[in-house]
Every structure is written in structure tokens, then in C-alpha cells.
């Protein structure tokens, strides 16, 4: 799909050249190699969603035939074979809904068009998207499928506000896995004031191989406890058995140098941090 241009400036080269300007440094810092800037200038600028041309759904083999296929079932495949190098291959992705968490119940509830798509998206049952037991399915299943970015508050130093967001029908069907060959990552476009998903190869790819994107945050931890709680929501697993109870230091803790003690410290806090990762879980 191809839009109206929002730079408009009469030299192409300038008006580029202001595009890097004023993205250079989330370009680098999602890792977007530089011989795919213009790629991605001139789609952002065009508004131009073509991932349909490359990319088709497929179905779990093991999945009868029903009218409505569940979207756990449903998974995104290539339709040829792309190289991280590939200038080309570089992919608008939309985002259906942002919101933050203390607003999340009461935009559900004045917007009824927004919860039958939720539902859509998610595979819920919606006959009547006022009602709150359909609301409340939506926000319990918004976390299989919540990324996040945050915001610097303008006028308040030091103040930052946690948008979450769920993709379009399209990024939602990306499934997740521990050695992903995409990446995808927030991208905040100046032109239109709008944040939009960017999805990239990040390995080879076959014509007709699976694209999955990374679990958030799960290369930050190595214990599979750890694993197992940030991919809780994608993976439900018993974890009934882990001690979360919380030990205050004695006072011998605070008499001795603490780089003597940091092994120790670490291990004490150990549980605390695994607790904390599961609230966390959705962050880029």
C-alpha cells in the first residue's frame, strides 16, 4: 500500500539527507545497516506497507480445517530468499493499538471497534465488545502479544511514560523464538510524528522458512529459571516450586566491604529479580 509523500522537498538527495539527520541514532541503535536507510526513507515517506508481497500466513499442519484457524496456528512464512545484506528487505510494520497501562480498561470500554479488532487478533470470542467479561479476556491476552518503547516527558527531566502497543494483524502472527531470523524494532518516524515496527532479516533465509522474532529481554539472562519466566506468557509453565521468599540482609551484611560480598549479594537478590522479570517481561 502506497500513500501521499510527507517530505516534500524538491531534491530527493535533501530530503534524505534530512531523514538521517533526524533518525541517525535509532537507526544505529536497532542495528539497521546503513545500505537500508534510503529503503526505509522512502517507504516511511510514502507510507508504503508492502510486506504482503513477501511474506504469506501458513497454518500449523497438524490444525484441521475450521472457518476460524486459531492465531496461535497461524504462522508467517517467506516467499523467497532474503539476505541481511539486501538493501530491499526492510518491512513496515503498523501498530493497532498503544496505550499505557493506567488508561488500557477505560479506551477498551469507549471503543468498541478497537475490542472486536483486539479480539480478532487475539482469536477471542466477541459477541458484544461492551461487555466487561470480553474487556477483561482482552487485557489478560494483551501480554502474549505486548512490545513497548518509552517516552522522555518534555517538560519533566528525568520523567519517562511506558507506551505498550500491540501490532497489526500482519506483526501479531510473528511468532517468537530463542534464534530468530528477523528482528523487529520500534521506530519512531519524525516526518509523520508516528511509531511504526521495523522488520529485518537478521540471518540467511530460504524461500518459504518461518519468521520469528527475538523473546524481550531473554538475552539479558542465562539461568532457565530466568527463561522460563520471561517466556511465561508465549510458554505457560509450573513455577509454583520456586522459593520467592524474600531474606533481609543481617547486620553482619552491612560491616563487611561490599565488593567482598558482591557474589553473595547477588545471590540473595536472586529471587527477587526472577519475580520482577515476569512483570517486565514485554520490554523491548
Same mark, same amino acid.
Given at each position: ?47 508504503? @506497507?508492502?510486506? #504482503?508481497?513477501?511474506? /504469506? *500466513? %501458513?497454518?500449523?499442519?497438524? $490444525? ?123 521506530? @519512531?518516524?519524525? #516526518?509523520?510524528?508516528? /511509531? *511504526? %515496527?521495523?522488520?529485518?532479516? $537478521? ?82
Amino acid at each position: 500500500m502506497e500513500g501521499n509523500m510527507i517530505y516534500n522537498i524538491e531534491n530527493e538527495e535533501d530530503m534524505f539527507k534530512l531523514f538521517v539527520a533526524s533518525h541517525e541514532s535509532q537507526l544505529k541503535s536497532i542495528g539497521l545497516s546503513e545500505n537500508k536507510w534510503k529503503t526505509l526513507y522512502r517507504k516511511l515517506n510514502n507510507s508504503i @506497507f508492502d510486506a #504482503g508481497n513477501d511474506f /504469506m *500466513y %501458513s497454518q500449523d499442519e497438524d $490444525v484441521e480445517d475450521e472457518e476460524t484457524v486459531p492465531r496461535s496456528h497461524l504462522h508467517v512464512y517467506t516467499k523467497s530468499a532474503m539476505e541481511p545484506e539486501d538493501q530491499d528487505h526492510i518491512y513496515l510494520i503498523d501498530h493497532a493499538w498503544t496505550y499505557t497501562l493506567d488508561n488500557a480498561k477505560a479506551v477498551l470500554k469507549g471503543n468498541e471497534h478497537l475490542v472486536e479488532r483486539m479480539c480478532s487478533i487475539m482469536n477471542l470470542p466477541c459477541k458484544d465488545p461492551s461487555e466487561d467479561e470480553v474487556i477483561e479476556n482482552v487485557l489478560k491476552e494483551t501480554w502474549k502479544y505486548n512490545n513497548s518503547y518509552i517516552l522522555q516527558n518534555a517538560n519533566q527531566t528525568g520523567s519517562f511514560t511506558r507506551c505498550w502497543f500491540i501490532m497489526d494483524e500482519f506483526g501479531s502472527r510473528i511468532h517468537r523464538s530463542e534464534d530468530p531470523t528477523f528482528a523487529i524494532a520500534p521506530f @519512531f518516524f519524525c #516526518g509523520d510524528k508516528m /511509531m *511504526y %515496527s521495523l522488520l529485518f532479516p $537478521v540471518i540467511n533465509v530460504s524461500e518459504g522458512e518461518e519468521v520469528t522474532c527475538a523473546y524481550p529481554r531473554l538475552k539479558n539472562y542465562h539461568s532457565e529459571e530466568m527463561k522460563m519466566s520471561v517466556k511465561y506468557p508465549w510458554e505457560p509453565c509450573e513455577l509454583s516450586h520456586i522459593d520467592y521468599t524474600q531474606s533481609e540482609p543481617d547486620l553482619d551484611y552491612f560491616m563487611f566491604d561490599t565488593s567482598e560480598n558482591e557474589s553473595n549479594k547477588n545471590q540473595r537478590y536472586k529471587m527477587v529479580d526472577f519475580l520482577a522479570v515476569i512483570v517486565l517481561v514485554a520490554e523491548l
